[in-house]
C-alpha cells in the first residue's frame, strides 16, 4: 500500500497535460476559475480510473501476461515522457487554454493518454489485497483521489503564483529534470512491483 501511494504521489507531482494545464489556468485566469477546471478533471481521472478497472481488470486477471503487457506499455510511455520533459530545454513549458472550465477539463482528461496510461499502470500493478480485487481497488481509489485532490491543489496553487515570480533558466532546466525523475522513479516502482518474492511473516 505504501508503494502504491508513493507510486500516486511521484505521478500526481510529475508533469503531464493535466497538472501542467492546471497550473497554466492558474496562472492566466485565478482561482476561481482554476477551482472550475480542477473539478472536471477530477471527475475526468475517476472516469478514466472506472474505465480501466471495469474494461482492463477482467483480462488481466484472467491472463497474466496480458496484465503485464499492459504494465510494461503504460510504463514505457511513462519514460518516453520522462525523457520528453528532461530534454525540453529551460522553460517550463505550460499548456494554455481559452476559457478553461469544468467541461474543459473533464474532456482532457478523457482524451488525456498519460491518465489511461497512469492509471493502467496504478489499477494494474501494485497488488496489496489479494483476497479482494473490489477492496484493493476501492482503497486505491480512496488513496489516489486523496492525494489527487492535495497534490492539484498545490499546482493550481504553483500556477497562480508563478507569474509573479522570474525564475532563472537554469532553476526551470531543474525542474523540468526533477520532474523527469520523478517518473522514472514510478517506473522502477511499478516494475519492482511485478517482481515475485517470497513473503516472510515479521
Known amino acids: 500500500m505504501i508503494t502504491f501511494a508513493s507510486a500516486v504521489f511521484l505521478l500526481i507531482i510529475s508533469p503531464g497535460p493535466g497538472v501542467l494545464s ?43 501476461i496480458i496484465r503485464t503487457i499492459l504494465l ?33 477539463g473533464l474532456t482532457l482528461q478523457l482524451i488525456n493518454p498519460k491518465a489511461y496510461a497512469v492509471n493502467t499502470t496504478l489499477f494494474s500493478g501494485f497488488a ?39 525564475l532563472p533558466d537554469r532553476t526551470q532546466k531543474n525542474i523540468n529534470i526533477f520532474m523527469a525523475t520523478c517518473l522514472l522513479a514510478v517506473v522502477t516502482l511499478s516494475i519492482w512491483s511485478m517482481i515475485p518474492r517470497n513473503t516472510q511473516p515479521s
Not at 37 to 49: I, K, R, S
Not at 151 to 164: C, E, F, S, T
Open 128 to 166: 496489496f489485497f489479494p483476497e479482494s480485487l473490489v477492496i484493493e481497488n476501492a482503497l486505491k481509489l480512496l488513496i489516489a483521489n486523496f492525494i489527487w485532490i492535495v497534490l492539484h491543489l498545490l499546482w493550481l496553487y504553483a500556477g497562480v503564483k508563478i507569474n509573479r515570480l522570474e
Open 72 to 104: 510494461i506499455v503504460s510504463a514505457a510511455y511513462l519514460g518516453y515522457l520522462a525523457f520528453r520533459i528532461a530534454f525540453s530545454g529551460s522553460k517550463i513549458a505550460f499548456i494554455h487554454i481559452s476559457k478553461p472550465g469544468f467541461v474543459t
Open 22 to 64: 492546471l497550473a497554466g489556468v492558474g496562472a492566466a485566469f485565478g482561482w476561481r476559475q482554476g477551482l472550475s477546471y480542477l473539478t472536471g478533471l477530477f471527475f475526468g481521472t475517476n472516469l478514466v480510473c472506472f474505465a480501466v478497472i471495469s474494461g482492463l481488470a477482467a483480462v488481466m486477471l484472467a491472463d497474466p
